[in-house]
Structure formats: structure tokens, C-alpha cells
């Protein structure tokens, strides 16, 4: 209890759990008035976009405050830190590619075939249908959010594990969750298997994802067959058209930094291009704390990178065969070597070793100490780290680099006056079209567009404000809410 005090008075926990939270109300906002559209922004809206960009900002201003010094006294600059790890979005596709290609090459080895599969929510978590070529409004819509429809996916996912290992089924893979245009999350994944569990595994997956039947068939009993397949699709993945990583690298690429992707478009969409919505997919993720990739049954990635870390060769056994062979990017060969698709975490034959500090509420916790396996105990983070700000020498040089407050001061006045004359276009849009119902849908959009493009400039204005003050970064986002809630959208939105 006492642990659970210190929380409740600690400002920092209240900051982040309240924006968790709100960040996420108001997105769900947005997108029941249809903010969230391939006509206007699509899978976030423009004001979730502007969020990322800002905190984004502020986050990079702080990292070049910073860095971290050993207990010896080295210190290296926080950013090449921060470039040499996982949050750098092309190591992160890296190793990713990594895993799945290793992935296919162990179950080439072992005779196995890969599945791709999509999996979808039912209707009525659905903002909009297509009809067409054409988004319209789906009179199905419940006002189910993003969060809803992942729940119920994850639970369809969760049902299915319990069945399948009930049949010992075997399978082991990558799942991917993306948004629709929508901003409703849908499920990618592919799956390796023995062909002969191939048929139990696709029509038990497939009887999960067919459990809400309401919008399956039509009233006389006939078969929605597009619906269906909208819901669930499998395919088995030919190896000559280049297996599974090829299937899943226009998926990683999309949902991590674009890359390679110059020319493509959504396949709903041809107006977005995929280079081009990188940024709202990692808004989307962000504001509703989506895991978008996750790996089903393979040896522990936590064991693999530390694996990485150690530079010495060890006694010539089975831990210094893995080693070797995370070293050298083989994820394959350290699946051999970790025992493959069929073993639990537990029972890997190398192990992290854990040891116990206190956090700033003084709760003990465990931190990654290093590994032990093959009778070999290997310490990987000997070296204690903490997080300092720079030397005054090396901040008066960044300094130097940054604009002045004459500039700072004539770029919140410009804004200001973009504000007041977008304000002003908004209204003339508003008072000229009074008269028109329903709307066009070209001056629909345009309203729309204009009015996204002033809650950008706004949230940016409060932004620059907050930055003259002590307020909470919440402001921010407080602010748009209020300017968005006139939208005519808000007032029929479903209260939850």
C-alpha cells in the first residue's frame, strides 16, 4: 500500500496515465465525426499527426540535452544511444526482417509450409464501408473504438491458442496489426506449420473469427461470401514467389519507416501512398498503445539480443554456438540451437538472469543482469549507466546552432495571425453554406480539410505558449478537443 501512495502522489504518474487515456478519448472523437477518412486523413487524423510531431519535437529537444556516464566517468552522447538501438526505425525493421527470414529458412529445413492470413473485426466496429470505390457510412457503426475491435481480435486469437494447444497443434510465426482507413485495426500474419496440421489449423482459426455471425449471412440464411472473406482470408504462400518475407515486408516497411516503398499505394486507397501515411500509422499505434508486431512460439528476441552484447568467445559449447550465431544475424540457426518451435520459455537451455533494484517508489523490480546456460554465467551489463545532462561546453555549441528568441517571439506572432485567418475562413465556409442540406460532399471535404488544417495550427500555437510556461503537455490536446467539439459529428457520437 505504501508503493501504491507514493504513486497516487507522484505528478509524473498522474500526467501519464491521464494522458494515455485522454490522447486516445479524443481520438475516438475524432474519428466518430469523421475526422479519420481516406477523404480527409487517413487511419489517424491531422490533429493526432500534429501530436506525434510535436511530442517528437520535444523529445528530440531533450535527447540533445543529454547523455549517459558510466561510473568511470565516460560519457557517450544519449542521441548515438538512441541511433544504435531498437527505437532507430531501420534497426528495428532490420531485425525484424531478420527474424522472419529466419523464421522461413528454419521451416524450409524442416519441410514446413507458411500461411498468410487477415483477419478483420465484424461490422459494427466499423467507422465507414466502402461501396465502390466510394467510403460511406456504415449503418452498422456502434461507436466501437480502435481499442474494441483489437480486444475482440486478441480475444478471437486467445480462444484459438487454447484450442490448438488442447490438439497439439503445431505453429509458429509473426502476426501484424494495422489500421483499416478507418482507423480500425485489422490482423496479418503468417504462419509456418507441417502441412498436414495445415487444414485443423486455417478451419479452427476461421470458426474464432466467425464467432459474431450477425453480419455473415443474410436474412434468408445465405452465405455473405464477401463478408466472409472480409473477415478471415488464408492463403498458403508458394516459396518460388518468395515466401514469407515477401509477403511481409510491404507490412513491416509500412508500419515502421517506409522504406522501399516509393510509388505504392493502399489498396483501398489509391490517393494514399504508403511512403507517404508512415507517420499516421505510428500516430495510430501510438495514441491507442497498439503492439503492432508480435512473434508466436520462437525463441525469446530478449535472449537473442543480449547474445549480441557479448564480445568475448566462450568455452566452445552450445551457449557459444548461439552466440556465434546471433552474432552473425543467423535467426535460424539460433532457433536450432534454443530448441526450435517446441519448447516453452522455460525450458530453453539458455536462460536471462535477473537481478532486483528499487524504482523511485521503492518497489523492487527486476532488471536483465545477463545469461546462464551450458553451465557458463555471463554477465552482460557489468557497466552501470545513468543519464546525465550534457557539459555546459557541449550545450553552448548546440546552442549556438538554434534560433534566438527575436525569431522564437515572430513565429508565435505569425501564428497567431494564421490562426485568426483561418478562423476566419472556417466561419465564412459555415455562414456560405448554411442553407445547404445535406452538403455536397467536395464542400464537405473542404470544410473539413480547413477546419483540420486550424486545429494543426492551434494545437501548435498552444504548443509554442506552453513552452513560455509550466503547463502540462495535456493543454495541448485539451485545446483541440475544445476546438473540434463543435464539429455537428460530436453531437450524435455514441456516449460510452
Request: charged residues 25%.
Amino acid at each position: 500500500m505504501e508503493y501504491f501512495a507514493l504513486r497516487l502522489m507522484d505528478d509524473d504518474f498522474w500526467r501519464r496515465a491521464i494522458g494515455r487515456i485522454s490522447v486516445a478519448v479524443f481520438e475516438n472523437a475524432r474519428r466518430a465525426a469523421g475526422m479519420v477518412s481516406p477523404h480527409s486523413s487517413p487511419y489517424a487524423s491531422i490533429s493526432a499527426c500534429e501530436w506525434l510531431t510535436i511530442r517528437q519535437d520535444r523529445q528530440r529537444e531533450w535527447i540533445e540535452l543529454m547523455a549517459i556516464e558510466s561510473e568511470s566517468g565516460d560519457t557517450v552522447d544519449l542521441q548515438t544511444v538512441i541511433d544504435s538501438s531498437q527505437s532507430n526505425p531501420a534497426n528495428r525493421r532490420h531485425e525484424l526482417m531478420t527474424r522472419i527470414a529466419g523464421c522461413q529458412e528454419y521451416s524450409e529445413s524442416n519441410n514446413h509450409i507458411a500461411v498468410f492470413i487477415t483477419m478483420t473485426a465484424p461490422s459494427r466496429f466499423h467507422r465507414l464501408k466502402k461501396h465502390g470505390k466510394y467510403w460511406i457510412e456504415n449503418p452498422n457503426f456502434d461507436g466501437g473504438t480502435p481499442k474494441d475491435a483489437h480486444i475482440w481480435l486478441s480475444k478471437g486469437w486467445e480462444l484459438f491458442r487454447a484450442w490448438a494447444d488442447y490438439r497439439a497443434l503445431t505453429y509458429y510465426g509473426m502476426r501484424v496489426v494495422e489500421p483499416h482507413q478507418d482507423g480500425t485495426p485489422h490482423w496479418h500474419g503468417v504462419f509456418f506449420m507441417p502441412l498436414e496440421q495445415a487444414k485443423a489449423f486455417v478451419g479452427g482459426l476461421q470458426d474464432y473469427q466467425y464467432r459474431e455471425k450477425a453480419d455473415l449471412y443474410f436474412d434468408d440464411g445465405t452465405a455473405k461470401t464477401k463478408a466472409m472473406k472480409a473477415r478471415f482470408d488464408a492463403k498458403f504462400i508458394d516459396r518460388d514467389s518468395g515466401g514469407a518475407v515477401a509477403y511481409l515486408a510491404k507490412y513491416i516497411s509500412k508500419n515502421v519507416d517506409g522504406h522501399a516503398l516509393e510509388g505504392l499505394t493502399d489498396t483501398d486507397n489509391k490517393r494514399a501512398k504508403l511512403q507517404d501515411t508512415v507517420k499516421n500509422v505510428t500516430a495510430w499505434s501510438r495514441t491507442f498503445c497498439f503492439r503492432q508486431f508480435q512473434f508466436q512460439r520462437t525463441p525469446p528476441v530478449t535472449i537473442w539480443r543480449e547474445l549480441r552484447r557479448i564480445d568475448e568467445e566462450q568455452e566452445f559449447c552450445l551457449f557459444e554456438k548461439a552466440r556465434r550465431a546471433a552474432d552473425n544475424g543467423f535467426f535460424s540457426v539460433y532457433m536450432d540451437y534454443m530448441g526450435g518451435h517446441r519448447l516453452s520459455a522455460s525450458m530453453r537451455p539458455i536462460k536471462l538472469i535477473k537481478k532486483e533494484r528499487e524504482n523511485k517508489y521503492g518497489e523492487v523490480i527486476t532488471a536483465t543482469d545477463g545469461l546462464e546456460g551450458s553451465g557458463l554465467v555471463v554477465f552482460t551489463r557489468e557497466t552501470e549507466w545513468k543519464l546525465v545532462k550534457k557539459d555546459s561546453d557541449l550545450l553552448e555549441s548546440s546552442e549556438g546552432s538554434g534560433s534566438d528568441l527575436p525569431c522564437e517571439a515572430e513565429s508565435l506572432h505569425k501564428r497567431a495571425l494564421s490562426n485568426s485567418i483561418l478562423a476566419g475562413e472556417i466561419s465564412k465556409l459555415a455562414l456560405d453554406n448554411a442553407d445547404n442540406r445535406p452538403l455536397p460532399l467536395a464542400t464537405k471535404n473542404a470544410i473539413l480539410a480547413t477546419t483540420q488544417i486550424g486545429i494543426s495550427n492551434l494545437m501548435r500555437l498552444i504548443n509554442d505558449l506552453e513552452n513560455r510556461t509550466d503547463s502540462a503537455p495535456l493543454f495541448a490536446m485539451g485545446g483541440s478537443l475544445q476546438t473540434e467539439r463543435r464539429s455537428p459529428g460530436l453531437l450524435s457520437f455514441y456516449r460510452r
